[in-house]
């Protein structure tokens, strides 16, 4: 009998670990050093995959161009801070953030900057009140502003104020509280939904705009790629012309963003190259119906193939379509396919506070099914009011609108079309108008001006065109003039002429960042 036999079995086992053990010291260095070479060429086929994927998305010459682009930026970035120059920039800054603080903040009003010791009367409040509501404003009462205001008929205005009295201490966090809040919002999504074709298992929430509805839709397609297929590098593919708050997604949710080129005559997003970006990582596409820049719709039915195929969430961003788009079959114009009835689309964002009529801070996120919904699932549901419009207006409400819309936008269209004027500065045009107390829209990339045609815009649309009439007349003449004297010969600039004229010229934006963080700046001056 050896030593070893007779230890009992516990102690015999650890005394054979100690002894497996021991070569297992050695080959950790051994271990360490394969670990080492695995770590490196991971990391070598990570970024061999990424130049790939670059590669085949931008191909060789659009990846030097981007990288000639971006180098072009950060050089004029240094130039911008240069000794010399910098100075000279924030003056020119700072003196254009001087004649748009004239305009906006007025200096000759009460000011409360801290709180009143002693409560303001109920009559002095009001009062208050009716001092801020008459301050000199652009007329959109009078149709003067494109955007903003989409219905504004005193009726709808007094019905929804009177909404808002009855609701006003509701919480929507408490279902239980405010049953009629949560029955209101329930009944919205299902409207919208009923509106966009939705399948019977579709579901959607309420929300506090536009912006809120896109982020929590690419914001559950993120979370839908990590959960089903553990992606944890996302990319989203969206047109160069998709609104800003897919940008702001990206950033907010680290969603790398591929921007596509939307190119003339079509404005649409370009189908080959969002095929060509398409890759493991990606997670989203996107497509306007239609987009804030030119009013264009992308063609969604190529896009829903793309994500049929790939198995990829597409989003479609009918926030201005809102209640227009689906009624353009209903009202006889021409439409193209956009809604859940394409197989690919998962989500639309519907801003029923833009054509929905509804007042502003609410919005739809819709979704092809509850269980898209559950990855969004974090939201801030705001005041419904918005029932109200909806089901006031009704169905032929909506369709009556449509035709107005859309029948004075063609009419505007046409006009434009029937007396075209060439070599004219687009801003000039701008700045003639809003010196005629009209409030559009500024574009830049092709430089343009856009006009949301709204209800109060259909009554006064002749106005706009006699004024856009002359408007182009002075500038005419101004350019007549101004050839006269000899071709070198300047004319005086305007705001918006003079802020898109150095954007538009320079590689790197950052007075144009500058610019508009001191506009968000002036926005809480008081
Ligand atoms: C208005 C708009 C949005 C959302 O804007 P909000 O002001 O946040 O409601 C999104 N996309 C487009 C195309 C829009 O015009």
């Known amino acids: 009998m050896t030593g070893s036999s007779r230890m009992p079995v516990s102690l015999r086992e650890s005394f054979n670990q100690v002894k497996r053990r021991r070569p297992t010291s050695l080959s950790a260095v051994v271990n360490l050093d394969l670990l080492r070479n695995i770590i490196f060429l991971l990391f070598v086929l990570r970024w061999t995959r990424r130049a790939f994927w670059q590669l085949r998305g931008r191909g060789i010459i659009g990846s030097l ?41 007025p200096t000759n009003l009460t000011k409360y900057l801290t709180l009143p010791k002693e409560g303001l009367s109920d009559d002095d ?11 000199d404003h652009t007329k959109w009462e009078e149709g003067y502003v494109s955007g903003a205001v989409y219905h504004g008929e005193q009726d709808l205005i007094k019905l929804q104020t009177e909404a808002f009295g009855t609701f006003t201490v509701a919480n929507p966090i408490h279902p239980d509280v405010f049953p009629g809040v949560r029955k209101m919002e329930a009944e919205i999504v299902s409207m919208v939904l009923a509106l966009f074709n939705a399948p019977p298992d579709a579901a ?16 559950a397609a993120r979370q839908k790629a990590y959960a089903e297929r553990g992606i944890t590098e996302p990319e989203m593919i969206i047109p160069e012309t998709a609104h800003v708050a897919f940008r702001k997604a990206g950033d907010y949710f680290k969603i790398k963003v591929h921007r596509v080129p939307c190119p003339a005559p079509s404005y649409q997003v370009d189908m080959k190259a969002v095929a060509r970006l398409v890759n493991p990582n990606t997670i989203l596409l996107v497509g306007s119906a239609p987009n804030y820049p030119h009013g264009m719709i992308d063609d969604i039915a190529a896009l ?34 956009f809604d859940f009835r394409l197989k ?7 801003d029923t506070h833009k054509y929905g009529f509804a007042p502003k801070g609410n919005s739809t996120a819709l979704y092809r099914s509850a269980q898209h919904r559950s990855y969004q699932y974090y939201v801030s549901p705001d005041w419904p009011g ?20 859309v029948g004075t936008a063609k009419k505007i269209a046409d006009k434009i079309r029937e007396t075209p004027s060439k070599n004219l500065n687009i801003y000039d045009i701008y700045d003639g108008m809003t010196t005629k107390g009209w409030h559009l829209n500024a574009l830049q990339d092709p430089p343009a001006i856009h006009v949301a045609v709204t209800v109060p815009i259909v ?52 007075v144009v960042v500058d610019l508009a963080a001191g506009f968000l700046d002036l926005l809480y001056k008081t």
């Open 125 to 135: 409040v009001r009062k208050e009140l009716e001092m801020l509501a008459n301050l």
């Open 65 to 105: 161009v981007e990288l000639y682009r971006n180098i072009g930026r950060i050089l004029y970035g240094y130039f911008l801070r240069a000794p010399g120059v910098r100075g000279k920039v924030q003056k020119q800054v700072s003196d254009a953030l001087a004649k748009t603080e004239a305009k906006l903040v």
């Open 386 to 405: 918005g029932v109200y419009a909806l089901i006031r207006m009704g169905d032929n409400g909506y369709l009556d609108a449509c035709g107005k819309l």
């Open 344 to 350: 690919g689309v998962a989500s639309i964002s519907c």
């Open 304 to 337: 829903s193939k793309i994500a049929v195929k790939r198995k990829i969430w597409l989003h479609v961003d009918c926030c201005l379509g809102s209640f227009v788009i689906p009624y353009l079959e209903k009202a006889g114009f021409e439409s193209q396919p």
């Open 459 to 510: 009554k006064v649309w002749e106005t706009l065109m006699a004024d856009l009439e002359s408007v182009i007349e002075a500038e005419k003449e101004k350019e007549r003039a101004r050839i006269a004297q000899g071709k070198g010969a300047s004319k005086p600039v305007g705001d918006s002429a003079a802020l898109y004229g150095v954007a538009g010229s320079l590689p790197n934006k950052g």
């Open 204 to 219: 959607g929430t309420t929300t506090a705009g536009g912006t809120e509805s896109i982020l929590v839709c690419c914001l």
